[in-house]
């Protein structure tokens, strides 16, 4: 950029930036917790849509139809928020989608015409506008966390995550759900107390979001407005110097097809649990939580493998302990096996996010971040669609045990495509870029 810079890059390590920053992914957890994951996925598929197997394909439908949005969207929304240092003001516009369209799905009920698919039109604006805000958000993370300490900081954001996600289904399990009489004399009626638990996602996700932007600083960019059509130029200039980024490039491709695991798992772990196993809400939700605390376990304590070991071998390490738990999930014979399944896929899947952020952390240059973690999420969701697909069809025609089998085959080909990554290179591509090189 050759606009001058009205405020130097902030220091990095600050407790209070680094703390304030990882808020918001306590934050945001609740949606993806209670909403994508466990207690309205299960709600859609088994109570909102007609039966479990045509809930099972029609969410996994929504959630196709946004990971293609989102793939679309988010480089060129990084490019302009490059251009203009606007990572607050996007991430304000992005939230406040995320938590009016969440709040709308607490009011569409059973009774609705057309419920089931007004309900699902709605997810995938809340979807879409909650992972274009955390394009912005991980665009921070190297600017406020020094290379030496960049994994340990991923962690403890992903990790304050799922404590977050942890205690926000924690309250609607003893508030909302799991009590005979739910909180504010709310009824029990065509589940309303359990789609008021959208609106106690909405209430958590702005409270516990003020810290980022009360505290984590911004680099503001002088005569530099938000101009798509820049950003379009941004991303073709970007596209031509391509063969700067080879390990990036290599990254995202195996990260295009093993996050396709995880985004299948995500979406579909509390359904699977209900169909396959019998599980109620309740018990899907106490599943949930039990995850989501060896999930953020995993996530700290990997943080610091991250440091020493790199994030390439922290991710391979991730993707063979949770290929081996979803194959134990898709062969379990009893809900014991299962729990220990799910168990260990949430000791393996916290890391795995937390490795990848701070890998892709160390592969950017300063001023292309917004942008290049735009191209993270594409990775993230421009293939993303095919599991869900895959699981969904594979379900519909022979049972939801070979539907989460599908998912095993995602993580193997993204290990593989993994290995020939190189992160010493892609650290030094990024500095010599920073440099002018």
């Known amino acids: 950029m050759t606009s001058a810079e009205v405020n130097a890059t902030p220091v990095r390590d600050d407790p209070k ?18 909403v994508v994951t466990f207690i309205y996925s ?25 990971s293609i949005l989102i793939a679309l969207a988010s480089p060129l929304l990084g490019a302009a928020a490059d251009r203009g240092g606007s990572r607050k003001r996007f991430m304000a516009v992005a939230m406040l989608m995320c938590v009016g369209a969440t709040t709308a799905l607490a009011f569409i009920g059973p009774d609705m015409a057309n419920g089931p698919l007004i309900a699902l039109v709605i ?26 300490r960049i994994g340990r900081i991923s962690g403890y954001g992903w990790g304050l995550g799922y404590v977050g996600g942890t205690l926000c289904m924690w309250v609607a399990l003893i508030g909302f759900v799991q009590t005979e009489v739910p909180w504010f004399g709310m009824t029990t009626d065509a589940g309303w107390n359990v789609r008021a638990t959208n609106l106690l996602v909405v ?20 005569s530099a407005g938000v101009s798509m059509a820049e950003a379009f130029r941004e991303l073709g200039r970007t596209a031509r110097q391509i063969g700067r980024y080879r390990e990036i490039v290599k990254f995202l491709l195996a990260r295009l097809i093993f996050n396709d695991g995880l985004v299948t798992l995500f979406a579909f772990g509390g359904v699977y649990a209900g169909n396959v196993f019998g599980m109620t809400l309740s018990e899907v939700i106490v599943f949930g939580v039990v995850l989501n ?24 390490i991730t993707i063979v302990g949770m290929a081996v738990a ?23 899947v916290g890391p795995n996010q937390s490795a990848s952020r701070s890998l892709m952390g160390r592969f950017v240059p300063d001023k292309h971040q917004s942008e290049f973690f735009g191209f993270f999420a594409f990775s993230g969701k421009a293939t993303a ?33 993994l290995l020939p990554v190189d992160e010493d290179k892609g650290v030094a591509a990024a500095q010599a870029q920073q440099n002018g090189g």
Do not use: C, Q
């Open 385 to 417: 669609f095919v599991g869900p697909f895959v699981l969904g069809e594979l379900t519909s025609a022979f049972s939801h045990r070979a539907g989460m089998a599908s998912v095993i085959a995602f993580f193997v080909v993204g290990g593989l495509l």
């Open 123 to 148: 997810f995938v604006i809340a979807n879409v506008a909650y992972e274009i805000g955390n394009v912005f958000y991980n665009a921070f993370l190297p600017s406020i966390a020094s290379p030496e």
């Open 203 to 222: 209430a958590w996700f702005v409270l516990f979001s003020l810290p980022l932007f009360l505290f984590v600083p911004e680099r503001r960019i002088s």
């Open 17 to 34: 930036v680094i703390w304030s920053w990882a808020a918001y992914d306590w934050a945001n957890s609740a949606f993806t917790t209670l």
């Open 293 to 316: 605390v060896t999930s953020g376990a995993g996530a700290f304590l990997f943080g610091f493998v991250d440091d020493r070991l790199g994030g390439k071998k922290t991710i391979l």
């Open 42 to 66: 299960y709600y859609f598929t088994l109570v909102l849509a007609p039966d479990g197997e045509t809930g099972t394909l029609w969410w996994s439908r929504g959630v196709m139809i946004s």
């Open 326 to 348: 979803t194959g134990m999930a898709v062969w379990a014979p009893t809900r014991a096996w299962f729990w220990a399944a799910g168990i260990l896929v949430g000791i393996f």
